[in-house]
């Protein structure tokens, strides 16, 4: 089955400063999604985006299907921003296959 | 509208205990899917319900089953618990099983 890898898995920032999420997959996708788990569990939503680029806020992706990969941009951080990140893929069949994730901690 | 909706948000069990665990999708939506996410990893599927029936399987043992009601909430159930089951259950919803929504979780201690 498909393959999803995560970089950095951890990642330290000043508030204000700008962070690139990585999210590799090793195969075509037919849906790729990025999350945001808060401190009590819970996946937030943040994009849905099989190809492309989208942008809510401070916050974009783009996914370049042929190459295999996802970025996630978030510009002036806040401390709200903290948590882990997480990318998932659905190949074929719609079970989300998810990578391990990377946690984002700004400092104030 | 409300989100996906799960209960109970904590329960703590004892080794060779049965637990069931409850998902209500969102509103329109008519497939759900259930992860297990331990500590420190991420989410990994379960099982997914579309139309009462169990579509797709992950890498679980038939300790872990499942069910889907006819207003497509669902139940997740473990038998004969192990200390590894602890961890948050989290269900996820979706129209078709196409963008999946996921709920606050479940957290299961065995202890």
């Known amino acids: 089955g498909i393959q999803v890898e995560q970089s950095p898995p951890d990642l330290i920032l000043q508030e204000g400063a700008n962070s690139t999420l990585r999210c590799n997959f090793s195969d075509s996708v037919n849906n790729l999604q990025w999350f945001h788990q808060n401190p009590w569990g819970q996946l937030i939503n943040l994009f849905y985006?099989?190809?492309g680029t989208k942008q809510n806020g401070r916050l974009s992706a783009t996914t370049v299907a042929t190459e295999r990969y996802s970025l996630l941009y978030i510009s002036s951080s806040q401390t709200t921003d903290s948590g882990v990140y997480f990318c998932a893929a659905i190949q074929g069949a719609q079970k989300l296959v998810f990578g391990q994730g990377t946690r984002l901690t700004i400092n104030p | 509208d409300a989100g996906v909706t799960q209960s109970p948000t904590h329960l703590i069990k004892t080794r060779g205990q049965q637990v069931t665990l409850r998902c209500s999708p969102k509103?329109?939506?008519?497939?759900v899917s259930w992860y297990q996410q331990a500590l420190g990893q991420g989410p990994q599927f379960i099982f997914q319900?579309?139309?009462?029936?169990?579509?797709q399987r992950g890498n679980f043992p038939d300790r872990f089953s499942g069910h889907q009601f006819p207003n497509y909430s669902s139940e997740l159930n473990v038998n004969a618990l192990l200390l590894g089951d602890s961890a948050l259950y989290l269900c996820a919803s979706s129209p078709g099983g196409d963008i999946q929504y996921f709920g606050a979780g479940t957290r299961l201690s065995v202890l």
């Open positions: 985006i099989p190809s």
């Open positions: 319900y579309y139309e009462e029936e169990e579509r």
């Open positions: 509103s329109g939506h008519d497939t």
